[in-house]
């Protein structure tokens, strides 16, 4: 009799354990938070000159490591660079934008006391 109540106990463990191990099936961020999208930033940029492609690498780094005023001043010399061409100025432009979309999302989802 006490094997079985053994046995049983170690099913009800098992099984409370398991149930503690499931994955979360998000994936990103959650939703409502604005995105960006370095991929046309990049792309816009592949054929450049080596110091525009160095800034659009350190907006790439500023926005990964959310350092987004290096990032936005960075987009701000791109966006003013004469060597940009027109398409390349609307894709920074855009950029810029959803920056701006993500600190505004980011400053409003502060804890009080924080901005």
């Given amino acids: 009799m006490k094997t079985i109540q053994w046995i049983a106990g170690l099913l009800v463990v098992a099984v409370i354990a398991l ?6 099936s998000q994936t990103g961020p959650p939703p ?8 046309k930033l990049t792309e816009a ?5 080596p110091e525009l492609r160095s ?15 290096d990032a936005l001043v960075e987009l701000d ?9 027109e398409p390349q ?9 959803q920056l701006k979309k993500v ?3 980011a400053g409003s989802n502060a804890p009080a006391g924080t901005q």
């Fill in 19 to 24: 149930a503690g191990c499931s994955k979360s």
């Fill in 32 to 39: 409502g938070t604005p995105m960006l999208d370095l991929a």
């Fill in 45 to 49: 940029f592949q054929t450049a000159t």
């Fill in 55 to 69: 800034s659009v690498d350190k907006v790439r780094m500023g926005i990964r490591y959310s350092n987004y005023p």
């Fill in 77 to 85: 010399k791109l966006a003013n660079d004469a060597n940009v061409t």
């Fill in 89 to 97: 100025k609307k894709v920074v432009n855009d950029v810029i934008e």
């Fill in 103 to 105: 600190l505004a999302a």
